[in-house]
Nanobody
Framework: VQLQASGGGSVQAGGSLRLSCVASGLTFSTSAMGWFRQAPGKEREFVGAISYNGGSTYYAGSAEGRFTVSRDNTKNTVYLQMNSLKPEDTAVYYC?????????????????WGEGTLVTVSS
């Protein structure tokens, strides 16, 4: 299984970025997907997740109302649209999967991880 995240970069506070994650080697259309992030010196934390068919999403409180997770099963791709970015959103962002339909929010529950993409938000 490979998860390849992209779309990170540097942006000023209040700006937007869209991250993408292309999956291969798993049955994407039956797999829930998650986004996590890890800031320097901090533990990896949950950001958002989406069900296998896109019908359900779930967000961390810090992401609610600003971030949107979506997916395109025809492209084996999951997205994280991030708006109104804040300096505290600066982190390496990872997409992850467990390989089944269940939604999970704990990093320890995820089986597959991408390499991450760095997001830097300046004030």
């Amino acid at each position: 299984v490979q998860l390849q995240a992209s779309g990170g970069g540097s942006v000023q506070a209040g700006g937007s970025l869209r991250l993408s994650c292309v999956a291969s080697g798993l049955t994407f259309s039956t797999s829930a997907m998650g986004w996590f992030r890890q800031a320097p010196g901090k533990e990896r934390e949950f950001v958002g997740a989406i069900s296998y068919n896109g019908g359900s999403t779930y967000y961390a409180g810090s992401a609610e109302g600003r971030f949107t997770v979506s997916r395109d099963n025809t492209k084996n791709t999951v997205y994280l649209q991030m708006n109104s970015l804040k300096p505290e959103d600066t982190a390496v962002y990872y997409c992850a999967a467990r390989g089944g339909p269940g939604l999970y929010t704990r990093s320890g529950d995820m089986k597959y991880w991408g390499e991450g993409t760095l997001v830097t938000v300046s004030s």
